[in-house]
């Protein structure tokens, strides 16, 4: 989403009316691109601002805006404590996230975003969703959970840019799950698809005449110590030796439904350590496929072994040279009939760059 400065400070005057930053407040918005948004949005608050991207270009560029910045991909390679935040930021993915996800949509992305960044949201902790109108009931699953959940449409000169269309916020605070308020939020959302996208500002409450009171995040005393942990390995690094390895074609050949080789995640992606599933397009954890229900665990190893082709010059010093070696492991319990099965790469699979 690429707002100009214009669009993007009218954007954040009208946020900030709804959203009381103080100073400290820690503001994390993931897939930051070069931090433009999230500057303009805190400008004068004294909120502190965590960006990242997996882009190295936007992340020197963010360094400039931005308090912190972490140059990963958000949702594989790196891991957040929770109850850090007092706001996250949620818009719609860059194109250099969407390059990194080949067989995800855009809305895909967006939900796994909001699923996985909510718990580093302290109780009281607020979410900023900036989106598109017509994805909102594609992401009631995402969003029903929220309470005081708000859906404001921005004014119709903006709603009508070509370069953001639609542009809608979705607001909503961190607490206790209820059954209700779910209910309540999924009927609310689902209700948005019988609007044309033509009378949404006409007719669903304007980000610029917000009239309800603001959402207050929690203080900056009541917020954990901020602590991450990133991946070293990324996952579409890790996709040629995923691909070759005995352990990929023979969790397919397990799970295989005639005319039908696809797996549906059915949770978030946890501590993504699970680099085998991830470039299967599988989430670690609860899997369900044509009926059954499979538990998945497993695992990339990676160790250094001395190097077999390597010799050293006749007249030069013996150095011993290592390459990387890779070694997967798979765990998969059938939840059906209890039957449990282990999967191993008993070779190595190759190294990072996909050579053998």
């Known amino acids: 989403m690429e ?22 407040t820690r503001v994390i918005h993931p897939d930051c691109q070069d931090g433009t948004l999230l500057a303009t949005l805190t400008e004068s608050t004294g909120a502190e601002t965590v960006g990242i991207t997996a882009n190295p270009d936007d992340a020197e560029q ?8 972490h140059c990963c991909h958000p949702l ?44 580093c ?21 995402a969003l029903a959970p929220w309470h005081r959940l708000t859906v404001l449409v ?38 948005l698809q019988s609007i044309p996208p033509a009378e949404a500002p006409h007719v669903l409450p304007r980000l610029d005449t917000y009239g309800g ?44 439904i005639p005319e039908r080789n696809t797996v549906e995640s059915l949770l978030p992606p946890k501590k993504g350590h699970l680099a085998l599933l991830l470039a299967a397009g599988v989430i670690d954890g609860e899997v ?14 990676k160790s250094e072994v001395p190097d077999p082709d390597h010799t050293s010059p006749p007249d030069g010093p013996d150095q011993m040279k290592v390459k990387d070696h ?14 449990l099965h282990e999967l191993r790469s008993e070779e190595d699979t190759g190294n990072a760059d996909g050579n053998r």
Request: proline content about 7%; overall charge positive.
């Open 326 to 339: 890779y070694h997967m492991v798979m765990t998969v319990l059938d939840l059906s009939s209890g039957e």
């Open 121 to 141: 949201l302290q109780q009281g902790g607020v979410l900023v969703l900036i989106t598109h109108f017509d994805w909102i009931p594609a992401l009631t699953s």
């Open 3 to 24: 707002l100009s400065s214009k669009t993007a400070r009218e954007l954040a005057a009208w946020l900030k009316a709804c959203v009381r930053l103080t100073p400290g």
């Open 213 to 256: 009171g603001p959402f207050s995040p929690p203080t900056a005393e009541k917020l954990e110590p901020l602590t991450v942990r990133t991946s070293p390995t990324s996952p579409t690094a890790m996709w040629d030796i995923v691909r070759r390895s005995p352990c990929f074609s023979r969790f397919h050949e397990l799970t295989r």
């Open 154 to 191: 921005t004014p119709p000169h903006v709603f009508k840019l070509p370069q953001c269309p639609g542009l809608t916020i979705v607001l909503g605070q961190k607490g206790e799950r209820t059954t209700e308020a779910a209910r309540t939020n999924r009927h609310l959302l689902q209700s």
């Open 76 to 119: 594989h390679e790196i891991l957040i404590s929770a109850r850090c935040g007092g706001v996250i930021v949620i818009t719609p993915p860059s194109r250099s996230l969407l390059e990194t996800e080949h067989e995800a949509t855009e809305v895909d992305l967006v939900s796994r975003m909001v699923l996985r960044y909510q718990r």
């Open 62 to 69: 963010a360094r400039r805006h931005l308090n912190t910045v």
């Open 288 to 301: 369900k496929k044509g009926g059954r229900r499979l538990l998945v665990k497993g695992r990339v190893r």
